[in-house]
């Protein structure tokens, strides 16, 4: 039964990923571990679940993971030595991580996949509605996601996905959703799920991207859940049986995203990620955009 219009405290972020895509850099360092900027990319995702009020932080890891626990700690040795040099500027920084949220971490044993992950949560989670983030993806913190999924699930019950129109040709690459409008511009009823579809066989261009607000019927779903594509317990199969039935677990939503989203788990826009927030840094920007015009006019 839906334990819709409860409020959302809690946020799960799977990070037992092995990184494969940034070897070598990733054989000893957690990928969500590498710098944004002067940030590394977990920390942006956890402050995005702080700042749509989810304070509660599950994250989902796996062996070599323990630097993203080591990061959200207190290093007193470091806060000493700062506070002996008189650097309160760094001092700020270094705290800010350890103080942003109550978190918990729970190991993935066996890493089956997102919804395997996502079942890890289920003794933490318990009867309530939580949020799901992805470490791969970075919402710009102007464009509040987030929040405005967790708006309409205390709303409208059920579960709420984070669409995001690609080009056709990219949607093999995503789960994809059916969907029918709704009287909201942003916000789509889902009708039907599939995780990376052949371009032919799409039923939209509607890619679900790394945020979601479920109900907490999804776990027995996932209990059940036989492995599919790629040998892996798909969260996308689950929330298929989600929206072709409503009375499991209420209806799914989904939220079209037409903001900035930067995708980490990828080389190039991962880069592409860090010149933006570099450009945009009122400490960085300035000197940074001159020189990368410059380097861009000599470059062409």
């Known amino acids: 039964m839906t334990q819709s219009h409860i409020r959302i405290s809690k946020a799960v972020i799977p990070a037992a990923g092995l990184g494969t895509r940034f ?5 000893a360092t957690p990928k969500e571990m590498l710098p944004v900027v002067d940030k590394p990319a977990i920390q942006y995702v956890v402050e995005e679940a702080v700042a749509a009020g989810l ?6 890891t796996g062996r070599n993971k323990r630097p993203l626990e080591d990061h959200f700690d ?3 040795e470091l806060e000493s030595a700062l506070t002996r040099k008189g650097d309160a500027e760094r001092l700020q920084k270094v705290q800010e991580s350890s103080d942003l949220a ?3 971490y729970v190991r993935q044993g066996d890493p089956r996949g997102l919804g395997h992950a996502v079942l890890c949560a289920a ?3 318990g009867d309530q509605p939580f949020a799901v983030l992805l470490g791969d993806d970075l919402i710009d913190p102007r464009d509040p996601l987030l929040a405005r999924m967790v708006e309409i699930q205390e709303r409208e019950g059920g579960s709420v996905v984070a669409l995001m129109e690609v080009a056709p040709e990219q949607i093999h690459m995503y789960g994809c959703a059916a969907v029918e409008p709704t009287a909201q511009g942003d916000v789509v009823r889902v009708t039907g799920l599939v995780e990376k579809p052949d371009t032919a066989e799409a039923p ?3 890619a679900v991207i790394g945020r979601y607000v479920l109900d907490p019927a999804v776990f027995d779903i996932l209990r ?8 892996e317990i798909q969260l996308t199969d689950a929330l298929q049986l989600l929206a072709e039935d409503e009375k499991i677990g209420g209806p799914v939503h989904g939220v079209v995203f ?9 080389r190039g826009d991962y880069l592409r990620a860090i010149v933006r927030l570099a450009c945009e840094r009122e400490d960085l920007g300035p000197d940074f955009r001159t020189w990368l015009r410059s380097y861009v006019a000599e470059e062409m």
């Open 23 to 27: 070897l070598p850099a990733t054989k």
């Open 55 to 60: 304070s509660d932080v599950l994250m989902i």
């Open 74 to 76: 207190r290093n007193y």
């Open 102 to 104: 109550t978190m918990h």
């Open 123 to 125: 003794p933490h989670v």
């Open 204 to 206: 939209s261009n509607l």
């Open 224 to 231: 059940k859940t036989e492995p599919g594509r790629g040998g």
């Open 258 to 266: 037409k903001g900035r989203r930067y995708d980490t788990g990828d």
